[in-house]
T-cell receptor, first 111, second 113 residues
Framework: TQLLEQSPQFLSIQEGENLTVYCNSS?????LQWYRQEPGEGPVLLVT?????EVKKLKRLTFQFGDARKDSSLHITAAQPGDTGLYLC???????????FGKGTTLSVSS | DAGVIQSPRHEVTEMGQEVTLRCKPI?????LFWYRQTMMRGLELLIY????????DSGMPEDRFSAKMPNASFSTLKIQPSEPRDSAVYFC???????????FGSGTRLTVV
């Protein structure tokens, strides 16, 4: 069974700080995706990474896929209260198979 | 597009009762997924369909759970009989076939008392 381990589980920071959250596995994934979920809503896709070593930027968010395609990281620069939420990573063994999700990192950014 | 539509948003039922959750995927999306989310276990895949055909139901916890997709625009997840341990948020998601990104509905929060 493939597992995605996310760390840290909880993170509470002040507005303006930088942070990195991690997603690790012993398995190789075809792709890794990051989602953000707010209370009472479903997860919303932020980004998909498919190539080992790939780096993608989305405004203040930087996503990286590990060279071996087993891990990924999400870095947020100058966090804002609007970044608060549950960040989930998800991977698929191959395109067309269902995503496996990590348990997520709960981020709280206070002003 | 209205996105993935789930109903009801909240369901409270007594142990032993039948519960039916409903999902309308995005038009044109050929894959549909049912997930369950709890604090302890996170998001777990229950079953998914490609072109209305069930592909993998290994995540369905017991025979009490069943899912159908009679056409491309509708799916149901049924629990009969329901038990308190079934209490969770159930999400439906859809995507184009073999696409990487999913669109999730807002979920159904099920409480079995």
């Amino acid at each position: 069974t493939q597992l995605l381990e996310q760390s840290p589980q909880f993170l509470s920071i002040q507005e303006g700080e930088n942070l990195t959250v991690y997603c690790n596995s012993s398995s190789v994934f075809s792709s890794l995706q990051w989602y953000r979920q707010e209370p009472g809503e479903g997860p919303v896709l932020l980004v998909t990474v498919v190539t080992g070593g790939e780096v993608k930027k989305l405004k203040r968010l930087t996503f990286q896929f590990g060279d071996a395609r087993k891990d990924s990281s999400l870095h947020i620069t100058a966090a804002q209260p609007g970044d608060t939420g549950l960040y989930l990573c998800a991977g698929d063994e191959q395109a067309g198979t269902a995503l496996i999700f990590g348990k997520g990192t709960t981020l709280s950014v206070s002003s | 597009d209205a996105g993935v539509i789930q109903s009801p948003r909240h369901e409270v039922t007594e142990m032993g009762q039948e519960v039916t959750l409903r999902c309308k995927p995005i038009s044109g999306h050929n894959s549909l997924f049912w997930y369950r989310q709890t604090m302890m276990r996170g998001l777990e895949l229950l079953i998914y369909f490609n072109n209305n055909v069930p592909i993998d139901d290994s995540g369905m916890p017991e025979d009490r759970f069943s899912a159908k997709m009679p056409n491309a625009s509708f799916s149901t997840l049924k629990i009969q009989p329901s038990e308190p341990r079934d209490s969770a948020v159930y999400f439906c998601a859809s995507s184009p076939l073999r696409a990487h990104g999913y669109t999730f509905g807002s979920g159904t929060r099920l409480t079995v008392v």
